[in-house]
């Protein structure tokens, strides 16, 4: 390489991380953490995702005693996703959960996860979502048998936390695992309301798919049943490449390959408040 490049390639390493604009944050955060497109991406076959339509809505169905949904077309189509919708009324369906006709969205749709949502995140990901192309797929329509529909907001998540808490590294391991809603899948129903309480990180919630049954597993301190032995790289794999501590593959429907995109910063914090959860 001649070299001038050396020097430009030097540059950029040693150059500080130039601030995000909203549309990068916005994509770090979908792309990432967030795991938008692991319920909105159609699957194929085998349960593999369509990546030609992200986030073009599903077949994928969720029935309960509630509400029986497909998951949404959220791209920017104006017949069949959400074109015609203003920034504030997505806003509105992401954090509390109503449609711009005022009917609740079930909360299949984890919007109980994201009222604590930073306003300028909640912004950044609302432009990244107007920026995707906009891709035809009609779904089909919600059956909402209940009136109103059960939402179980994580205690302590019900707003947004002050700015001077994001810098305290567990503190925001709560937000990012908050809207990562890794403890809606990560805490069992207990008399028809998730159990924050008493069993906060415990696991035991059955998927069932393709790739048959999985139960999710205990993510609290505890050192025999929880994750209390297991070093902070053992973690890591475990969230971004879904291998366990003893080498065993993990199966979906936890979204590894998004959390695979997250800063090595954020996934400690994750860890560092993961480790503050009660051993149980
Ligand atoms: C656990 C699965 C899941 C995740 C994760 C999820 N959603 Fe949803 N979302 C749904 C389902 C299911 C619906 C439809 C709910 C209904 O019809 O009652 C929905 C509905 C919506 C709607 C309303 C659209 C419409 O046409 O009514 C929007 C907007 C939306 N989601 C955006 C998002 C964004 C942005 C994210 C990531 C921050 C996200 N969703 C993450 C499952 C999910
Ligand atoms: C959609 C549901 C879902 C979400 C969201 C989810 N998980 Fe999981 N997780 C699971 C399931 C199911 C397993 C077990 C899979 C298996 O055994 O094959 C698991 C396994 C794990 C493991 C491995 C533990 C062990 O003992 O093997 C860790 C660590 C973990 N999850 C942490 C997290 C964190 C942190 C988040 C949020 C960033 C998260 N999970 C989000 C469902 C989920």
Redesign the pocket.
């Known amino acids: 390489m001649p070299n001038k490049l050396w020097i430009a390639a030097l540059a950029l390493a040693i150059a500080p991380a130039a601030a995000q604009t909203p549309l990068e944050r916005g994509k770090y955060?979908?792309e990432g953490v967030?795991?938008?497109g692991?319920?909105?991406t159609p699957r194929g076959p085998g349960g593999v995702l369509d990546t030609s339509k992200r986030h073009a809505g599903g077949p994928q169905v969720?029935e309960t005693a509630e509400?029986r949904?497909?998951?949404?077309?959220?791209t920017p189509h104006n017949e069949t996703?959400?074109g015609r919708?203003t920034a504030g009324q997505?806003k509105t369906?992401?954090r509390d959960g109503r449609?711009p006709s005022g009917q609740?969205?079930?909360p299949?749709?984890?919007y109980a996860y994201?009222k604590i949502f930073a306003p300028a995140d909640l912004d950044a990901?609302?432009a990244y979502?107007r920026s995707l192309p906009p891709a035809p797929r009609q779904?089909e329509p919600?059956v909402?048998k209940a009136k109103k529909m059960t939402v179980d907001v994580p205690p302590g998540a019900t707003k947004p936390l002050p700015e001077a808490a994001m810098k305290d590294a567990a503190k925001r391991g709560f937000y990012l695992v908050t809207?990562g809603?890794c403890m809606?899948c990560h805490t069992p129903v207990v008399n028809g309301h998730r159990d924050f309480t008493d069993a906060l990180g415990t696991g035991g919630e059955r998927f069932e798919g393709p790739w048959g049954v999985s139960v999710s597993r205990n993510i609290t301190s505890h050192k025999a049943d929880g994750i209390g032995a297991w070093t902070d790289n053992e973690v890591k794999r475990a969230i971004t490449k879904g291998v366990r501590k003893d080498g065993t593959k993990l199966r979906p429907p936890m979204g590894y390959d998004w959390y695979a995109r997250m800063t090595d910063a954020d996934l400690s914090a994750i860890i560092a408040y993961l480790r503050t959860l009660p051993a149980r």
């Open positions: 955060l979908v967030l795991t938008c692991n319920c909105h969720w509400y949904v497909h998951p949404s077309n959220i996703g959400i919708w997505i369906a992401i449609r609740q969205l079930s299949q749709m984890p994201y990901v609302v979502m779904v919600p909402y809207i809603h809606e």
